[in-house]
């Protein structure tokens, strides 16, 4: 530190404020939200953090410092995280008869309340829809008011909730469901369903997701519970806002992990997840199922339209006794804050 000049005696007490809060964020997935709810927020932004970190390497590196050491050590603790950010290279193995295609799409109640100043988004997603044409959809802030018509799938489970608008998941199938049902979280308009689909000889229990929304803007669920509670969110701090949200989180979370590991089938789980890959809920929620996005995917693998940053809170897990061929997001279909995903999948030989 003596030889340093002023200015990178500066830059080097960020460095360090910054290394200290990487590392905790780090650490944050392994730890329950309810424990720690304002500092589980820094998991949202542990991309920047890598980024801001790769840059101070950089910066040491360009004038031979032994500090640069400091940011190469977050890194090197921090690959396995740069994965879930960013893919270098996709993978797109060749299509089988045996492969089936997943897709999970939040419609945002397929613009009810006109966010988006185009009429025709119900028509535009049945034209994605159907040109993508997956086996199994799933779909989040489904609304029945928008008669979209999804004839190509003959097997569906909906699941509906709400006083003034009702929204809610479904899960529309090409192959037969011979089972469903629904888990409802405590105080929450936000809600988790299944459907056991049977794929010739194999019975795969698919899920479908909806986690309670940081509220970072407001979501249709709580537009269709109470217009007047949003004005009042509106004047809390964003932080207490999250610190909440994650709370909530947590414990929808442990409702899902308790629910599927009474399952004997394989296990698909979709939808919005409402955080980040580097969170508790994403790592309790994920288990031993594999990141169709870490497998598969290339570039930043976004799902959610947001100004400026690359945010991924909608995934599909697959079981590990499953291939992932082929991971796609569509950051180019804007017709909801979300865009959809899609993988297509194969059960090993």
Not at 86 to 114: C, G, H, I, T
Not at 248 to 273: F, R, S, T, V, W
């Amino acid at each position: 530190m003596r030889k340093l000049s002023w200015f990178n005696k500066v830059m080097f007490i960020f460095n360090s404020v910054l290394a200290v809060l990487t590392f905790l964020a780090y650490v944050l997935p392994f730890l329950a939200p309810k424990l720690f709810p304002i500092l589980s927020v820094l998991t949202l932004i542990l991309p920047l953090f890598l980024i801001v970190n790769g840059l101070f390497f950089i910066y040491w590196l360009i004038q031979f410092k032994r500090q640069m050491f400091l940011s190469g050590l977050v890194l090197i603790f921090g690959i396995t995280f740069i994965n879930k950010f960013y893919k270098f290279s996709a993978v797109n193995l060749p299509k089988e008869e045996k492969d089936f295609v997943v897709m999970s799409y939040n419609v945002r109640l397929f613009n009810l309340f006109e966010w988006l100043p185009d009429t025709d988004v119900v028509s535009y997603i049945r034209t994605f829809i159907n040109d993508k044409n997956p086996d199994i959809l799933c779909i989040q802030e489904y609304s029945n008011g928008a008669q979209i018509d999804l004839k190509v799938y003959p097997h569906r489970y909906i699941f509906m909730q709400g006083d003034k608008i009702k929204s809610g998941q479904a899960i529309f199938s090409k192959f037969p469901i011979i089972d469903e049902g629904n888990l409802k979280f405590p105080n929450s308009s936000n809600s988790v369903i299944f459907a056991d689909i049977k794929k010739g000889k194999e019975i795969i229990r698919v899920y479908n997701m909806q986690l309670q929304s940081i509220k970072i803007s407001p979501d249709v669920n709580e537009i269709s519970e109470n217009i007047d509670e949003i004005n009042k969110q509106k004047s809390q701090l964003v932080f207490n806002r999250i610190s909440t949200a994650f709370k909530k989180q947590q414990q929808q979370a442990e409702l899902i992990m308790n629910h599927k590991k009474n399952c004997e089938y394989p296990i698909i789980i979709c939808g919005d997840m409402n955080n980040s890959a580097y969170s508790y809920v994403y790592r309790n929620i994920k288990g031993d199922l594999n990141d169709a996005f870490e497998e598969a995917g290339g570039g930043f693998g976004n799902t959610y339209h947001f100004r400026y940053y690359p945010a991924r809170i909608d995934y599909i897990f697959a079981d590990a006794k499953m291939v992932v061929k082929n991971f796609e997001s569509f950051p180019n279909f804007v017709n909801s804050d979300h865009y959809p995903i899609m993988a297509r999948l194969s059960f090993k030989d």
